[in-house]
């Protein structure tokens, strides 16, 4: 019987886990583009038998269920230039949370920790068809915090 209703609680926080993400153009133009950016996030974790079925004795309280969720929100933009040239970037923070305590017992005691962070925040410039004979935006010089990609 215990199993069971674990088996259908796991189902249940599976069902609503999600990620919603959101772009939403303010300004979109032959001079450039601004845009906010919204992205939600939850998931819920079961444990079945955390610490072996001695989490109170270990960690001092429950490890059974707990939930991670987060927003980030920023805005980012573009200013086109001269010779097909571009200015572009982006910010944004996040606001992260756990509630409850995980099966590691780490955040036993902080209460749902949560954190406010910068996730984004850079510019740069893209040469556009300023030197046709390299390619539309060989360079693409920026700097910042941003996410890693490679050709």
Known sequence: MKKGILNITRLALLAISFNACADYELVKGKYGDLAVTLNLKTAGFAEANPWFGQAQENIGDSANFWWEVSTEAGV???????????????YSFIVAQTVGHDASGLSNGLNNPGAIDTEKGYAGWRSGSL??????????????????TYL
């Open 76 to 90: 980012k933009g573009s200013l086109n230039l001269f010779g097909g040239t571009e200015l572009y970037g982006a």
């Open 131 to 148: 030197f046709p004979t390299l390619g539309k935006n060989a360079i693409d010089i920026s700097g910042g915090r941003q996410n890693f």
